[in-house]
């Protein structure tokens, strides 16, 4: 039986509900569209919706063909495609006013294009509606496919996110139906197709990796030319989902993030609570700076 470990203090925080937060929920239902803020459970969702103007909507539906282990989305037949969908989402993020979005999806290993079009299509709509809202996109491994990623890179999005999740070893046991060199030679070749855009990606860490480990993928995401990298705690959605096997310090994520940076990314975040959007907003001028 897997031991159960005890959540640290630092992880136990206080919710507390704006109106901003809670009109951004009402809004949400009544656009029928589907946050990664609310669905992850995610600690900062006051923070990021209230000060911070950003969120991370979900596309392509809210069922994913996939089913990673630490992932809180609902898996199965996926939905039917929404061709209205982006439009929905560029005028929720007007209406939002939001300063930075992240659209990420589900998988859709079902369609031939793994729903690139309608991810390209969804940033096109954001930048008519939203000239000054900055776009990042957090998409599958779109099937692997280069012309798909090309698909996505044409519409030219403020950063392109794609999520390692965990180290080398793990990749197998955590995302399944992912691979670990896919993923890297997806960030290396969205990198050579817009050398402008910068590329990032995240890591969870307390899945049982060791420092070594952490520190390969950290070479593996610059030897890939990938500029920002977020290192967050895993936390267990449900009790079906892999259970945590270490929680690190803020401190020890505090020196993750200084070998990170004498990596040589542009930047970093580390902690507890960081989570791949988060503080996405300061990481937009940041990478672009030469
Ligand atoms: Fe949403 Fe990301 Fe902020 Fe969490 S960190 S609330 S998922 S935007
Ligand atoms: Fe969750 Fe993404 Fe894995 Fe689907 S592919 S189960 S959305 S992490």
């Not at 817009?194 to 610059?222: A, F, N």
Request: aromatic share 4%; hydrophobic share 35%.
């Amino acid at each position: 039986k897997e031991q159960h470990l005890r959540k640290p203090d630092w992880l136990k925080i206080k919710l507390n509900t704006n109106d901003e937060y809670k009109g951004l929920k009402k809004l949400m239902r009544e656009k029928n569209l589907h946050t990664v803020c609310e669905e992850a459970r995610c600690p900062n969702i006051h923070e990021c919706w209230g000060e911070r103007r950003t969120a991370t909507m979900m596309i392509l539906g809210s069922v994913c063909t996939r089913a990673c282990r630490f992932c809180a989305v609902k898996t199965g037949l996926p939905n039917e495609l929404d061709l209205a969908e982006p439009e929905r989402v560029a005028d929720s993020v007007a209406i939002m006013n939001l300063k930075h979005v992240v659209i990420t999806m589900v998988a859709r290993d079902d369609l031939k294009d793994g729903g690139a079009q309608v991810l390209a299509e969804t940033v096109r709509a954001i930048r008519r509606k939203s000239p000054l809202t900055s776009v990042e996109v957090l998409p599958s491994d779109l099937g692997g496919l280069e012309e798909n990623l090309q698909i996505l890179m044409d519409a030219k999005p403020d950063i392109l996110n794609h999520n390692i999740e965990t180290v080398r070893r793990l990749t197998p046991r955590v995302r399944a139906r992912a691979k670990y060199e896919r993923s890297l030679e997806f960030l290396r070749l969205a990198k050579e197709m817009q050398p402008d855009i910068p590329t990032k990606s995240s890591l969870m860490i307390g899945l049982g990796e060791t420092e070594e480990e952490i520190i390969e993928v950290m070479d593996d995401l610059r030897a890939n030319d990938v500029d920002i990298m977020t290192i967050g705690q895993y936390l267990q959605p449900t009790k079906k989902h892999l259970s945590v096997k270490k929680y690190y310090s803020p401190i020890e994520f505090g020196k993750l993030r200084k070998i990170a940076m004498e990596k040589g990314f542009k930047h970093c975040e580390a902690g507890p609570l960081v989570r791949s959007s988060y503080h996405a907003d300061e990481q937009v001028n940041e990478a672009t700076k030469a």
